[in-house]
Structure formats: structure tokens, C-alpha cells
């Protein structure tokens, strides 16, 4: 069981979420993992909310959401521009031979 506070203007909450491992009963190792877990979570929402509008999406959110996260996955994978998320969106949508790049598996 993890047990966290957070105060935000003043007002603190608190919450317990349960795990179950395997691995050995050491809370190094176990807040370690959970703090892994929760950071990746917390990009990917963040990522999928504040380049593609998640949030704002309204009525047919889970099939919108399966597109934003499959091109979500193809902007991470692509290495040729050195840009952020964001960045590689505006950039498919101006190069015309950057888009097709893209989606040529």
C-alpha cells in the first residue's frame, strides 16, 4: 500500500492505492517501482491531454483516444527531427515529406 498526501492551494488529500509484486518486501525497491509506474502515467496523460486535447474530446473519447496513442507512439518512435511531440505534429503538418516518412513502416 502507498499512502500519499498533496496540498494544493492549502487543501490537502489523501489517498491509498494497492499494489501487488513479486518482489522482495524492501521499500526502497517498492517505492522505486511505484514512482516509476506513476512518472510514466503522469507523461503519457499530460502528453495525450496537451498536445491532442484528450480532455476536450467530449463523445467518442475511447476511439479518438486509440489514434491519438497510436500516433502518439509513431511521433516517439521517429528519430530524424529533434523535436518534442508537439513540434513533430506542426512539422507533419507543414513538411509534406515528413508525413509520408512517418507512416512508412
Known amino acids: 500500500m502507498v499512502e500519499s498526501l498533496r496540498e494544493i492551494n492549502g487543501q490537502t488529500t489523501q489517498e491509498q492505492r494497492f499494489y ?5 518486501a ?3 525497491n517498492f517505492a522505486r517501482a511505484a514512482r516509476g509506474h506513476w512518472g510514466i502515467e503522469n507523461s503519457l496523460h ?3 491531454d496537451v498536445c491532442f486535447g484528450e480532455d476536450a474530446c ?11 496513442h497510436f500516433t502518439l507512439k509513431i511521433l ?3 528519430s530524424s527531427k529533434k523535436r518534442g511531440i508537439r513540434g513533430k505534429q506542426k ?7 515528413y508525413l509520408p516518412s512517418l507512416l512508412n513502416f
Not at 501487488?20 to 522482495?24: A, D, K, M, T
Request: overall charge neutral; proline content about 3%; glycine content about 4%.
Open 20 to 24: 501487488l509484486s513479486s518482489l522482495p
Open 26 to 28: 524492501n521499500a526502497r
Open 46 to 48: 499530460w502528453c495525450l
Open 58 to 68: 467530449g463523445y467518442a473519447a475511447e476511439n479518438l483516444a486509440i489514434l491519438r
Open 76 to 78: 516517439q518512435r521517429d
Open 91 to 97: 512539422s507533419s503538418s507543414w513538411d509534406h515529406s
